[in-house]
């Protein structure tokens, strides 16, 4: 499985960005895909996830961030509205076929990632 990460760029605060993960050589509907990210200096984090239990958002994104896919274009979505400085950071997609509840939090559930799209907010 392969995974692209892009539409990342230079935003300015309180707006908006959208980022892709288009996922190739499996069909993306046997597996859960995740968004992370790592701002310089911090661990990746878990920002949002859809899988066979649904979606799933970090406490800190809820409400602004909107994850979605389109399993004919083997793509998944981030929507983020109301960008906020904290929210820049590297943003990686990432997948895996077997995640459990609350496993997914964890950047060691996931065997396969992208390669990281840029998101800088300014204030």
């Known amino acids: 499985v392969q995974l692209q990460a892009s539409g990342g760029g230079l935003v300015q605060a309180g707006g908006s960005l959208g980022l892709s993960c288009v996922v190739s050589?499996?069909?993306?509907?046997?597996?859960?895909i995740a968004w992370f990210r790592q701002a310089p200096g911090k661990e990746r984090e878990f920002v949002a996830i859809?899988?066979?239990?649904?979606?799933d958002y970090a406490d800190s994104v809820k409400g602004r961030f909107t994850v979605s896919r389109d399993n004919a274009k083997n793509t998944v979505y981030l929507q983020m509205n109301r960008l906020k400085s904290e929210d820049a950071a590297v943003y990686y997609c990432?997948?895996?076929?077997?995640?459990?509840?609350?496993?997914?939090?964890?950047?060691?559930?996931?065997?396969?990632w992208g390669q990281g799209t840029l998101v800088t907010v300014s204030s």
């Open positions: 859809t899988w066979r239990g649904g979606t």
């Open positions: 990432a997948a895996d076929r077997s995640l459990i509840f609350s496993s997914y939090y964890s950047r060691g559930a996931y065997a396969f």
């Open positions: 050589g499996r069909a993306l509907t046997t597996y859960g």
